[in-house]
């Protein structure tokens, strides 16, 4: 959801962009949408490490999306596998957490 969000918002300021004449067809960025990719760079990574976390997987394996081609597809496969159920070496499954919240009768 984040990331579908994300898009969103970025294609909303981009059209926002090219309407009041900051987008640069030379970068292919506005202003707006690029202060938005700026803003939103830390949150995404930090997303992006909990995800991996989730499969078990370390937070360096976020630099595997820097090869060209190959890095991208591969990273794309690691933020749709579902994550491991039951608890790793980083910590609790979150799903496990809200179910058993769910199922208590207060």
Avoid: Q
Avoid at 74 to 96: C, H, Q, R, W
Wanted: hydrophobic share 50%; with cysteine.
């Amino acid at each position: 959801m984040f990331a579908l969000i994300n898009v969103g918002i970025i294609v909303a300021l981009t059209v926002l962009d090219a309407v009041t004449g900051s987008l640069s067809e030379s970068a292919g960025i506005g202003l707006l949408s690029g202060l938005y990719c700026l803003a939103a760079l830390v949150p995404s990574i930090a997303v992006s490490v909990r995800r991996l976390h989730d499969t078990g997987k370390s937070a360096w394996w976020i630099l595997i999306g820097l090869i060209p081609l190959v890095g991208g597809i591969i990273a794309l496969v690691f933020m749709a596998t579902p994550g491991n159920s039951g608890p790793n070496v980083y910590g609790p499954d979150p799903k496990e957490s809200r179910s058993m919240a769910a199922t208590m009768v207060y």
